[in-house]
């Protein structure tokens, strides 16, 4: 999970900017930590890392966890594949896990470039099908082309054709 899917904002901006909605979110967050203390009490520990709001950083702010905003707020937490999940469950969120076990699913929901290539426009997948050294219709992964000016050539002559060609292709946009 990449850290820029974890937002941390600021109290003083919600503060600043929404202060209705920062009531809300202590109002939730004192309900979630109640339950929380409910459930394991005196682990003052694990009330810290489940909590909504954060305690004061370096710079002495406070922070709203806004993934732990949405775990509480969800009837669902989704990992978007298998072992996104089973990370999500075992180390991240592993708190949440434990406290709302049905809560954590996983639905691949995502589409890869590839895939995504092959249904918008058969045609130009073909021609960088034909390109010697493509690796394409059978990794997941992103297209992967030497960079030669030989096959750049190629390419770009063949693509030209299909971009003149394709008049579905913005449509499908």
């Not at 904002?9 to 009531?23: G, Q, Y």
């Not at 682990?43 to 950083?57: L, N, P």
Request: glycine fraction near 4%; aromatic fraction near 10%; proline fraction near 5%.
């Amino acid at each position: 999970l990449l850290p820029e899917a974890l937002e941390r904002w600021p109290v003083s901006l919600i503060e600043n900017m929404l202060p209705r909605h920062l009531e809300i979110i202590y109002q939730i967050n004192q309900i979630f930590m109640d339950a929380v203390a409910a459930r394991y009490p005196g682990d003052f520990d694990r009330m810290r890392r489940m909590s909504i709001i954060e305690e004061a950083d370096g710079f002495g702010e406070k922070r709203i966890n806004m993934a732990h905003l949405c775990i509480v707020g969800s009837h669902v937490t989704n990992g978007v594949a298998a072992l996104h999940s089973n990370l999500l469950k075992s180390s991240t969120f592993k708190d949440f896990y434990e406290f709302y076990p049905d809560r954590f699913q996983n639905k691949t929901n995502g589409i890869t470039p590839r895939r995504w290539l092959l249904l918008s426009n058969p045609s130009l997948a073909d021609i960088i099908c034909e390109v010697p050294r493509a690796k394409f219709k059978h990794f997941s992964s992103i297209i992967i082309v030497e960079s030669t000016a030989v096959l750049k050539c190629e390419f770009n002559r063949n693509a030209e054709k299909v971009f003149i060609g394709s008049s579905r292709f913005p449509m499908f946009l």
